[in-house]
């Protein structure tokens, strides 16, 4: 390791200094006199609900847009930025939210994409990226497929990409979105060796207690503007997300049980095959009954993705069979389901949600196009659509200009609560959501479950995926949890923890209070499913 970091020390500039950054958008101030200084070799939090800015404020820093006003300095030096591959010249690197990797590569082939100048692409590349993962343990061999990697192996690529380029300031887009708690350790880790470094992170979350645990400073953003820079050791979550929402931090729970006996959905013996042949769903039998909730718990890529389009109608099943109540639904198409009462909540709202070039009246229509208020006889009703996305807006605080601006200018959490008011709407019998609170604020939050709750009183059987384990604990009145494809354990909501349960996830079993420390008895994992691996 360096004995002494690269920029570092007490008379270093700082790493990055944002002065009276403004940016406007057709209708909407999105940054307004926006302040913020990084010191070098810190993790630099910056939190604040959806439609505050900060994914503006990133994207203007990273130079995918540019200031109407103020200046940016990096290491003390004005910098205008006209592309990302400035802002990389400068040192500025940037993981998203959602990665960017292609499958059928390796690392190595994936970390010099775009980037072959710098050390070609083979030995020296290789001895490279081998060197970057041993200093800032990465732990990241460069000839593994993307393919065979998790969530974490992916994310630990994806900063080596930006260190590869010769970022010593990362910024990470609500890093912990899709980890499971251990992987957030790991991840935690991997921030601190960056910091011992003498690297800078600017660190985008809503999990205000993970940004407790791993900030040198948190700045909070609130519509647009910077209202608060606090030390985390003099601070709460309480009172962060008091400066946020100027609301207390929500807590996801279903209170009283409304589950009933009647079945409304059941999945007997449901197994997918991958192109190749293998099962991807492997005999998953599970019943969701009217009032319930019930959870599936997984490392992303263990078959939940394919569970739920098996369910939509969008995968073909290979043995099993679906029925929703009295009907059987295996071979049904999506649109056939959709009409018969079943709302969707995908977990990737740009692919299965929402038409980002589209205006919002018009994903209003989108899954509901048989029925009003989208169509009126054979006819589309624009104006039945359009007053019910002024409805949705209004009831679910969507932060947006108008019904008319296309859904690709509104904040991904913003976008989350418009899918969310469109699928409740439709008064469904049987929800599937997928993530519904990932990249959303507190407040959002809050709103999201209290929804789900109403509705789950009201009769609403629900499938609930969700990488947040915490709100599946809370949220859940059954938990399962699905490896390699398979429903391999059944715990406790009422007393399984968040740690117990990334065990279970990664093939460990559930722990009891014997192996947890302060953990009650959560041990239903069956015994024919006890081997290791994710």
Same mark, same amino acid.
């Given at each position: 390791m360096s004995?002494t ?7 270093a500039?700082p790493?990055v200094?944002l002065?009276?950054?403004?940016k406007?958008f057709?209708?909407v ?8 200084t ?7 939090a910056?939190?604040g609900e ?7 404020l990133m ?6 847009h ?5 200046e940016?300095?990096v ?8 592309s990302?591959?400035d802002?990389i010249k !400068? ?13 059928n590569l390796t690392?190595?082939?994936n +970390?010099?994409?775009g ?11 290789r001895?490279?990226i081998?060197?970057?993962s041993d200093?800032?343990g990465?732990?990241?061999k ?7 990697l998790?969530?974490g192996?992916? !994310? ?7 260190l590869?380029?010769?970022a010593?300031?990362i ?12 992987? +957030?350790?790991?991840?935690f ?12 992170v600017i660190?985008?979350?809503?999990k205000l207690?993970e940004?407790?645990s +791993? ?5 909070v953003?609130r519509?647009?503007?910077t209202?608060a ?6 601070t709460?979550a ?11 931090l929500?807590v ?7 589950v ?5 959905l ?5 197994t997918v095959?991958s192109p190749?042949?293998?099962p991807?769903?492997?005999?998953v ?5 009217r009032?319930e909730i ?9 078959? !939940?993705s394919e569970?739920?389009e098996a ?12 029925h ?14 959709r009409?018969?009462?079943v709302g ?7 692919r299965?949600g ?12 989108l ?8 169509v009126r006889?054979?006819?589309i ?9 002024e409805?949705i807006v ?9 019904i008319?601006v296309?859904?690709d ?5 913003n ?8 699928e409740?709407?439709?008064?469904p019998?049987?929800?599937?959501a997928a993530?519904?609170?990932?990249g +959303?604020d ?9 929804q ?10 629900v ?9 599946l604990?809370?949220?859940?009145d ?6 390699r494809?398979?429903?391999?354990a ?5 007393g399984?923890?968040?740690e !117990? ?9 559930l722990?009891?209070a014997d192996d ?12 024919d499913?006890?081997e290791?691996?994710?």
């Open positions: 004995s970091p690269p920029g570092g020390g007490a008379d500039p790493a200094e002065h009276g950054i403004t406007r057709p209708g101030v999105a940054n307004h006199d926006i302040d913020i990084v010191a070098p070799g810190t993790v630099h910056i939190v959806n439609g505050a800015g900060k994914s503006t994207k203007t820093l990273y130079g995918m540019r200031p109407d006003e103020g940016i300095l290491r003390g030096t004005p910098v205008h930025f006209g990302p591959s802002a !400068q040192g500025i690197g940037m993981v998203h939210q959602h990665f960017m990797l292609a499958d690392v190595l082939e +970390v010099v994409l980037a072959e100048r710098r050390h070609g692409i083979g030995h020296k590349a001895a490279r081998l060197e970057l200093q800032y990465l732990g990241i460069p000839d593994r497929l993307m393919e065979e998790g969530v192996d992916r !994310q630990r690529v994806e900063i080596l990409k930006v590869y380029r010769g010593q300031t910024i990470l887009d609500e890093p912990t979105a899709v980890l499971v708690p251990q992987e +957030v350790d790991e991840l880790d991997n921030l601190r060796e960056l910091k011992r470094e003498g690297l800078t660190f985008i979350s809503h207690d940004v407790l +791993v900030a040198d400073e948190i700045t953003i519509r647009g503007t209202v820079t606090v030390d985390p050791a003099a709460s309480r009172e962060l997300a008091t400066l946020m929402v100027g609301g207390e929500p996801p729970e279903l209170r009283e049980s409304t009933t006996d009647h079945v409304v059941s999945l007997d013996g449901v095959l190749e042949g293998r991807v769903v492997d005999d039998s599970v019943d969701v009954h009032g019930v959870g599936i718990a997984g490392v992303e890529g263990n078959g !939940q569970l739920i369910v939509m109608g969008m995968q073909t099943l290979s043995a099993g069979r679906i929703l109540e009295d009907a059987d639904i295996t071979e049904w198409s999506t649109l056939h389901i009409e018969a009462g969707y909540i995908p977990e990737d709202r740009h299965h929402m038409l980002l070039e589209s205006p919002l009246w018009e994903n209003r229509i899954g509901h196009q048989t029925r009003p208020p989208s006889g054979p006819w009703d624009r104006a039945g659509a359009r007053t019910d996305s409805r209004e009831e679910y605080d969507v932060r947006t200009p108008g008319d296309v859904a200018a509104l904040s991904g959490g976008q989350q609560k418009f899918i969310i008011g469109r409740m709407s439709g008064q019998r049987f929800l599937v993530h519904p609170t990932r +959303v507190v407040g959002a939050q809050s709103a999201i479950w209290e789900l709750r109403e509705a789950r009183a009201a009769g609403l059987a499938l609930l995926i969700s990488a947040d384990l915490d709100e604990i809370g949220m859940s059954t938990l399962h949890v699905i490896l494809g398979r429903l391999v059944e715990a406790d909501p009422t399984v923890t968040p !117990q349960l990334g065990s279970a996830m990664t093939g460990a079993g722990g009891s947890t420390e302060g953990g009650p008895r959560a041990d239903r994992t069956r015994d499913e006890g290791g691996g994710a």
